[in-house]
Structures are given as C-alpha cells and as structure tokens.
C-alpha cells in the first residue's frame, strides 16, 4: 500500500508544484523555498541532534510553540529544528518563538528520498509530530534511522477515524510506528487504540493549547488602542474570518450600529485576504482605520466620527485585537471550517460567541458551552440572530464579564499539558 500511495504522489508532484505558484499569485512566500520541500537543506550544525517538531500550520503551530517556550523556561537548550507545511504556519513560528533559538524550514514532502536527505541533514535525536500529522514516509524513514516517533496533542475526530477505517492495515501499519501517542482526550485514545495503535503507547495528556501565555504589555497596548477607540465606547472583535464571512458579519453589525455606537474589529484569517476585506470595509461607508496604518488613524478622511470599523491587518496580534474587546465572536464557525481557537479570548477573560461550525474544537466547545462562558449560534447565515446576541450581551456587561470569567477558569483547570507531555517525550528519548 505504501508503495502505491508513493508512486501516486511522484505522479501527482507536478500538479502540486503548479497548485503552489497559483498561491503564490496571492500569497509570495508560496513560490519561495521550493528545494526545502524536497529535502535539500542545509540546517547549522548547532541545530543538528536535537528535537525535529513538525507543525503543519497556524493551529499546530500554536501548539508546538507552547511546548517549545515550556522546554526553554525549564532551561532545557537543546537544539530544536521546526518544519511546517504553509508559509502562514512559518510566519506563526518566527514570530511567536523569536529568540528561542528554533531553527524553521519547510518540511520535506512525504516522498522517501527527500525524507531521507532531510534526515540526514538534520539528525534529530526524536521526531515530534503534532495532532494529526500522519505521513506513512515520514514515519518509515524515521524508523529506519532508529528515530523515536512521537504523536503530541493527538485528535482524531470521528469522521478522520471513519476514513481512516477504510484502509484499516494501512492504518494499524501507521499507528505503530509511533513510540508514544500522547491524546488530548479519552475518546481520542480510543479512537487511535481501535486504528490499531498498541493501547499501552496511547497515553492522555490533555490539550497543550490551554497553556496559552501572553506578552506581559498586552494589557498596556490594548489600553492605548483602546484609547484610540473612545475608552467607553464598546469594542466587539470578530477574529480569524474567512471568505464569505466578512459579509455576514457586515450585515449584522449595520443592525447593531442602528441602535449601538460601538466598534467592530474585523480580522481576517490570512494574510493574503487583508486588501480583499479591506475593499469590503471601505464599501459599508463607515468611518474606518486600518492596523496597518497606525494607531492615530482613528478619523475617517472624510468625516469626524470616531472610527466604527476596524480591519486587524497585522500578524501576530491576536491577543491585542482580543484584548482589546469587551466581547468576542470567533470565525471560521459560519462556515463548514470547523471553527478556530476559542480559547485565546476565553483565556483573556472574554466571551465567545461562535457560529454552528466548532467540529475541529468540538470539546473546547462544549467546555466553554457547559461552564456557560460561550455562546453557540444555531444558524451560520442569519445575521439578524447573530446581531440581536451582540446587542443582548453588550447591553448586560455584568452578564459577558461573568461569562469571561468562567471561560478563563475554564482555561486555567486544563492548564499542564506541556510539562506532561515534555515528561512523556524525555521517557522515550531515556529509553533509547
């Protein structure tokens, strides 16, 4: 089977090629660094023998960046290469681990020869993969080279355990060669244990995301953009949007401004949909600023309200634009995308309100749900629903402080992931 799934992706290396210059008409970074995905780099010799973390994208890149900031807050110095997928995922990690001394590159593509010369430029002592970056190439490769192989906060949803089902011997060849699966969740044990995973390497760790920790001015930043804001005027920050989203957010707040002077900050999920929402923006007539174009920006050219709408077109400011909110809706919920990361505002002391999309969050969802720290709509494309539960919040404040406190004790019970799952990983590097 493997030789199959192999061949299948020599054939189809062109097409992939070609799919990443057409992102690359939006996004550059695409077309850039096109020999690290297959295995030619060069990696320093001070970050060779160490750890190699792979994160896909954004989401596991968060991850694995809270285990890495957990490992050099123990003082633990050994070298770390990271790799991920999307130029997004990279830019994720050089700027949230700026000075932890992680070398980034793009991972190699699940062929065998561009495995093995990553391998041999790197020489990591342990592979560390996290939540569901499963590359039947990768992994041979790595046991080839007697690398231990570790899966870190493991999930694996219903519907990705269904159709790894369907190729049931595939699967159980997959699931061990992992040293160690360390799950978020019992049910996500289960899961990898009936894939064929040997039940005794299948431990629960918990989810490392709840370790959230932030900039120690985040609450001095957001004061002054607040300032910028009006400091009594409430501020609502829909976070991480996707196409098709802007607009339905757009159509709620035009009913929420008829009765409420408040102001919206709107953040797109990527980068390279800032000019694209921006236009979206600039059409409601609004007064309007931008991130990019500095906090004294809080005029309209052409009027002398203070600014109703504001675009987030920065990277690596989510906590800020949180922050800075009295309430929050986070995106990719109205949408079938499964819902990002509750827990960052919830962290914050903010609550949530999402759309019916939560799949790839789905326990975050229903903790934050159960603690009554966030608010689930029913409908993904009813802007009326949506702005009539804005309007209802902002008029109770004693009612969406209690539901940030309770997301925030939330977040604090579940917190201790890291140091678990660090522990975990030092048992298997001691075993070899």
Not at 29 to 34: D, G, L, P, S
Not at 98 to 116: I, K, M, Q, S, T
Not at 300 to 320: A, F, I, K, N, R
Request: aromatic content about 8%; some cysteine.
């Amino acid at each position: 089977m493997r030789r199959f799934y192999t061949c299948c992706f020599y054939l189809l290396l062109p097409v992939i090629f070609l799919r990443l210059w057409y992102k690359g008409r939006k996004l550059p970074a695409y077309r850039r660094r096109w020999l690290q995905r297959l295995g030619w780099v060069k990696i320093p010799k001070e970050y060779q023998h160490g750890l190699w973390i792979h994160a896909a994208s954004v989401g596991e890149a968060v991850a694995a960046s809270m285990l890495v900031k957990t490992l050099r807050e123990q003082g633990d110095k050994r070298p770390i290469v990271m790799t991920t997928m999307t130029p997004t995922g990279s830019e994720q990690i050089q700027r949230s681990l700026a000075g932890d001394e992680v070398y980034h590159v793009f991972v190699p593509y699940d062929l065998p020869c561009a495995v093995r010369r990553f391998l041999d430029s790197v020489q990591p002592k342990v592979l560390i993969l996290i939540e569901t970056e499963v590359w039947p190439n990768l992994l041979a490769e790595a046991k080839h080279y007697d690398i231990p192989c570790v899966l870190v906060n493991a999930r694996l949803s219903a519907r990705s355990a269904a159709g790894y089902q369907r190729l049931k011997g595939f699967s159980r060849w997959m699931m061990r060669q992992f040293d160690v699966i360390l799950a978020q969740t019992r049910a996500d044990a289960e899961r990898f244990i009936q894939l064929g995973a040997h039940s005794e390497r299948v431990k629960i760790c918990g989810n490392v995301k709840y370790d959230l920790s932030w900039p120690e001015n985040l609450a001095r930043d957001a004061a002054l953009l607040r300032r910028v804001f009006g400091e009594t005027r409430p501020v609502v920050t829909v976070a991480s949007t996707h196409k098709g989203e802007e607009e339905l957010i757009l159509r709620a707040f035009e009913i929420v401004w008829q009765t409420l002077d408040v102001v919206l900050v709107l953040v797109p999920r990527h980068p390279n949909r800032f000019a694209e929402v921006k236009k979206l923006c600039i059409k409601t007539g609004k007064a309007f600023a931008c991130r990019s174009d500095g906090d004294d920006n809080s005029k309209h050219p052409d009027q002398e309200q203070q600014v109703q709408l504001y675009l987030g077109d920065s990277m690596g400011e989510m906590g800020l634009y949180y922050q800075v909110a009295d309430i929050t809706v986070v995106a990719g919920s109205f949408q079938p995308i499964g819902g990002h990361n509750m827990l960052e505002p919830a962290s914050l002391g903010k609550a949530v309100i999402t759309g019916p999309h939560v799949f790839n969050f789905t326990q975050v969802a229903q903790l934050l749900a159960d603690a009554n720290a966030a608010i689930k709509l029913a409908e993904a494309s009813d802007s009326q629903h949506l702005a009539g539960c804005i309007m209802e919040l902002l008029s109770d404040p004693d009612k969406y402080t209690a539901m940030g406190e309770r997301g925030q004790a939330v977040v604090k019970k579940h917190q201790g992931a890291s140091l678990a799952t660090l522990d975990e990983i030092r048992k298997v590097m001691k075993s070899r």
